[in-house]
């Protein structure tokens, strides 16, 4: 097995870990929360994370056998700019506006984290991608972390601002 290899399974390996914690984070989240929506936005994130994990593990079982990566069409969609950083201010500055006491915007807290972290990981693979069905998937996983963000985001700010839940 050649190093390229070995380092994109290293890679791949991280991915599946974060995605891995992050079905069973929001699954317990959709357990905890008291409120429907709440539930939904939880369960559907849980989804789409074993999603992502199902992908990954096609890839690290291509690349483990044939040693080459496979082009997944599911993987394939709106791409985010990934020079921006995901927090503009830096993570400082979401904790530091964090005055929230509730088990929601904790949660909610939790999961901004988790996606950033996630967007993060998958921004680096981008830029260190040599294989274009690798960059692809990565720019893939990483604009989904990117949405994610942005549900959680609205959410958060609406029950901050406004008491509940975002329609």
């Given at each position: 097995?050649?190093?390229?290899?070995?380092?994109?399974?290293?890679?791949?390996?991280?991915?599946?870990?974060?995605?891995?914690?992050?079905?069973?984070?929001?699954?317990?989240?959709?357990?905890?929360?008291?409120?429907e929506?709440?539930?939904?936005?939880?369960?559907?994130?849980?989804?789409?994370?074993?999603?992502?994990?199902r992908?990954?593990?096609?890839?690290?079982?291509?690349?483990?056998?044939?040693?080459?990566?496979?082009?997944?069409?599911?993987?394939?969609?709106?791409?985010?700019?990934?020079?921006?950083?995901?927090?503009?201010?830096?993570?400082g500055?979401?904790?530091?506006?964090?005055?929230?006491?509730?088990?929601?915007?904790?949660?909610?807290?939790?999961?901004?984290?988790?996606?950033?972290?996630?967007?993060?990981?998958?921004?680096?693979?981008?830029?260190?991608?040599?294989?274009?069905?690798?960059?692809?998937?990565?720019?893939?996983?990483?604009?989904?972390?990117?949405?994610?963000?942005?549900?959680?985001?609205?959410?958060?700010?609406?029950?901050?601002n406004?008491?509940?839940?975002?329609?």
């Open positions: 097995m050649t190093s390229q290899i070995e380092g994109a399974l290293k890679a791949l390996l991280e991915g599946k870990s974060l995605e891995q914690q992050g079905v069973a984070f929001y699954r317990e989240a959709a357990e905890k929360t008291k409120s929506k709440g539930k939904e936005i939880f369960r559907s994130l849980a989804q789409d994370e074993a999603m992502h994990l992908l990954i593990q096609r890839q690290i079982d291509a690349l483990s056998a044939q040693g080459k990566w496979v082009e997944l069409p599911e993987a394939v969609g709106e791409k985010v700019d990934l020079s921006e950083a995901i927090f503009p201010q830096g993570r500055g979401l904790k530091e506006a964090i005055k929230g006491d509730t088990t929601d915007t904790e949660a909610l807290i939790l999961a901004l984290e988790f996606e950033s972290k996630g967007y993060d990981m998958y921004r680096r693979e981008v830029k260190a991608a040599t294989d274009p069905t690798a960059r692809e998937m990565y720019e893939f996983l990483a604009s989904q972390e990117w949405l994610h963000f942005d549900l959680l985001m609205l959410n958060y700010e609406s029950l901050v406004l008491g509940g839940w975002a329609d």
